[in-house]
């Protein structure tokens, strides 16, 4: 008897394939059309089949870590090693006379280490999203009478880390 269309997404491999299509950060559409089914019957399997949307919500939790990571690493900056080639100068001397024979440049490769810098706009939207009620740009006035405009106050930095 052959085996229905969902049936083959439920085993194993099938699952682990969603996860990883979700972990590639496809949406549900898409992940739909590379199962071969439209939109609604994706949405019915999820419903009706827990493993597969577990294997969603696994697949989309590492994604979704991933990119967590991703942006404080961008918003706190951080360090990389960088191969780089450096030219080097030999010289030879005669050990009898110590009078220089010959003179070259070679290339040579190592590793050196390259600051990324903190990006400014990863961490305002960090902080807006993570502490909304302190990083706001919406002033309490704004919120209670519909006006706009307002200040966002920035914490000097030994308020922050006394707090913190």
């Not at 979700?22 to 071969?36: H, T």
């Not at 050196?112 to 961490?123: F, S, W």
């Not at 519909?146 to 200040?151: D, F, L, N, Q």
Request: net charge negative; hydrophobic share 35%; glycine share 8%.
């Amino acid at each position: 008897m052959a085996r229905t269309k969902y049936e083959r997404w439920l085993e194993r491999c099938g699952l682990e394939r969603v996860r990883r299509l979700a972990d590639e950060g496809l949406s549900d559409e898409e992940i739909a059309i590379a199962c071969g089914i439209e939109l609604p019957t994706f949405r019915l399997w999820k419903r009706k089949h827990s493993d597969f949307a577990e294997a969603l919500g696994l697949g989309k939790a590492d994604a979704d870590y991933d990119i967590v990571r991703a942006l404080y690493k961008k918003a706190t900056g951080y360090n990389v090693a960088v191969d780089k080639t450096y030219k080097l100068k030999r010289v030879e001397f005669d050990p009898q006379t110590g009078k220089k024979i010959r003179e070259y440049e070679e290339l040579a490769t190592g590793v050196d280490t390259a600051h990324i810098p903190a990006d400014l706009r990863a961490e305002i939207f960090w902080l807006k999203n993570r502490q909304p009620e302190r990083w706001s740009e919406r002033s309490e006035r704004e919120s209670d009478e519909g006006e706009i405009g307002g200040v966002v106050e920035i914490p000097e930095a030994d308020s922050i880390d006394e707090e913190g």
